[in-house]
């Protein structure tokens, strides 16, 4: 299993943590979604033989929020 903290911006209440959990969770291989409002991270456990950093990065993305390089 691989984890990674993301930096997030745009998130700000419970519909953001559900949107974040709810779609980065559906993805094959992801573990475990957990999200930080208070530091603006998304923690994510995964199996990168299944997904990609890039394609968990790219549901984010279409959810309507920002990752920080």
């Excluded at 923690?43 to 950093?53: A, R, T, W």
């Amino acid at each position: 299993m691989h984890k990674e903290t993301l930096k997030v911006s745009g998130m700000s209440c419970g519909h953001c943590v559900s949107a974040i959990e709810g779609s980065v969770g559906e993805l094959d291989g992801v573990k475990l979604v957990k999200v930080k409002l208070d530091d603006g991270s998304v923690d994510v456990e995964f199996d990168s033989s299944k997904v990609s950093l890039a394609q968990i990065k790219e549901t984010i993305d279409e959810e309507g929020y920002d990752i920080a390089d």
